[in-house]
């Protein structure tokens, strides 16, 4: 079994049909013992260190389960390109809360679980980032379409 995580932010906004681009993965992992021993595992294997304005490169940074027991976000550049790893978003209660509602596709061959578009929704207004703003606009249009019936394309 691989490691629980649901896509959020931008690259789950784009797989619902938002056309805003993003630079960077966004994750939420369950936090259960065995979930976060797989997840310092996967990211160990990937050479996942800090990244972020005045991080040193050289920054020493522990891959283990209690880092990730302890902290909730997590800023990472990785082989594999930039990942941001979170615990508990704003906007949401965690892993589970997100769980309930996402569903499950396939990205490059891969089954991957997707917040689902409210949850992206209430995220981006908890964040309050002015970033997000875009997001949110994109987000809401989708939602106001599928409340009408249409399917976002």
Request: hydrophobic share 40%; glycine share 8%; charged share 30%.
């Amino acid at each position: 079994m691989g490691v629980r995580f649901i896509v959020i932010g931008g690259y789950a906004a784009a797989l619902r049909g938002s056309p805003v681009l993003t630079e960077d993965l966004d994750i939420c992992y369950a936090r259960d013992r065995e979930n976060l021993e797989r997840l310092a595992e996967a990211l160990r294997e990937l050479h996942a260190k800090l990244r972020g304005p005045g991080v040193p490169e050289d920054l020493p940074f522990q891959l283990d389960p209690e880092t990730f027991e302890l902290g909730d976000r997590f800023t990472l550049q990785t082989d594999a390109g930039k990942l941001d790893v979170m615990a508990v978003p704003s906007g949401t209660a965690g892993f589970e809360d997100l769980d309930a509602a996402a569903d499950t596709m396939e990205i490059a061959g891969l089954r991957v679980r997707v917040a689902a578009l409210d949850d992206l929704i209430a995220m981006k207004e908890a964040a309050g980032r002015p970033k997000d703003r875009i997001h949110l606009e994109w987000l809401r249009s989708m939602r106001d379409m599928i409340d009408r019936g249409e399917t976002p394309s």
